[in-house]
């Protein structure tokens, strides 16, 4: 079996969240109520490390990221998302 391993760097007060591209692209759609998102492999991977960064256990509730459309991953047919620490 394959194991696939994303590493980010940890989180640090004074630069925030970060989570390094790859470069892939993400769409992310809301049809009928339901979210939906779209992804090639690397853009898959760059959304995990969003979420890895934001899980750091350093990270504060409400630490958060913005993705728009056109900024990686997102497509620029993608709908906003805004990813947060609860």
Do not use: K
């Not at 007060?13 to 049809?31: N, W």
């Not at 998102?37 to 959304?47: H, T, W």
Request: proline share 7%.
């Amino acid at each position: 079996m394959t194991e696939n391993v994303l590493s980010v760097p940890a989180y640090s007060s004074q630069t925030g969240v970060i989570a390094p591209a790859e470069g892939g692209t993400v769409t992310i759609e809301i049809r009928d109520g339901s979210v939906e998102i779209f992804g090639d492999p690397a853009g898959l991977r760059d959304l995990a490390r969003w979420c890895l960064a934001l899980s750091d256990t350093q990270a504060p509730a409400g630490a958060h990221i913005h993705l728009d459309p056109g900024t990686i991953p997102l497509a620029v047919e993608s709908v906003s998302l805004m990813l947060a620490r609860r």
